[in-house]
Nanobody
């Protein structure tokens, strides 16, 4: 099980920006595909963005394309830059790490966007 710790959530007005971070102590973190899901109240967890182990390929949900950017450093952190935030982006955002068919999750960070 990979340990993941998210940070950077908070309350922001519509149109604002936030940057989420997810840090792992896993030595081989750079071998994992990583990314973000989110879960709004009363809704199922949904995919937001993902990035391959080498950072060469990214994927986004249609609802966030053009507004969110996922990136990772060469060590142990993955980021989610969010701009032009909308009230419907309000959710708990979870970081994940996936390799060899296994997936690990962070504890989540709350993002709230007011109108």
């Amino acid at each position: 099980q990979v340990q993941l710790v998210e940070s950077g959530g908070g309350l922001v007005q519509a149109g604002g920006s936030l940057r989420l971070s997810c840090v792992s102590s896993e030595r081989t973190f750079n071998r994992y595909a990583v990314g973000w899901f989110r879960q709004a109240p009363g809704k199922e967890r949904e995919f937001v963005a993902g990035i391959t182990y080498n950072g060469e390929t990214t994927h986004y949900a249609d609802s966030v394309k053009g507004r969110f950017t996922i990136s990772r450093d060469n060590a142990n952190t993955v980021y989610l830059q969010m701009i032009l935030l909308k009230p419907e982006d309000t959710a708990i955002y979870y970081c994940y790490a996936r390799a060899l068919g296994r997936i690990s999750w962070g504890q989540g960070t709350q993002v709230s966007v007011s109108s």
